[in-house]
């Protein structure tokens, strides 16, 4: 079992959830995070820290998320760890509010 990042990240990138994964399984591109499950320990500390509500344990997914389970263990380990908080994309805040949050 791991967490998944989904599209709720997409455009906003927050990334207080790296800075409190404890085995630094984030990684980033230009638009979102993504976990790697393979370094996942199911610590569950990122869902809380997540603004917008984008990760979840993947058993809890519904059929129309769950394609993020395999998006995230193809992305991840292409990219590069995230180590540290960054900035929010530009209109990240206005994507938090379009999502309700």
Known sequence: ???????????????????VCPVQCFH????????????????????????????DDEFNLGDDQRHWIEINRQRAPLLPRLTAIMEPLPGAEARKAALGL
């Open 1 to 19: 079992m791991a967490y998944v990042v989904t599209d709720n990240c997409a455009d906003c990138r927050f990334t207080q959830c790296a800075a």
């Open 28 to 55: 980033f591109d230009e638009t979102m995070v993504y976990i790697d499950p393979d370094n996942c320990i199911d610590c569950a500390g990122c869902v809380d820290a997540c603004p917008v509500g984008a990760i």
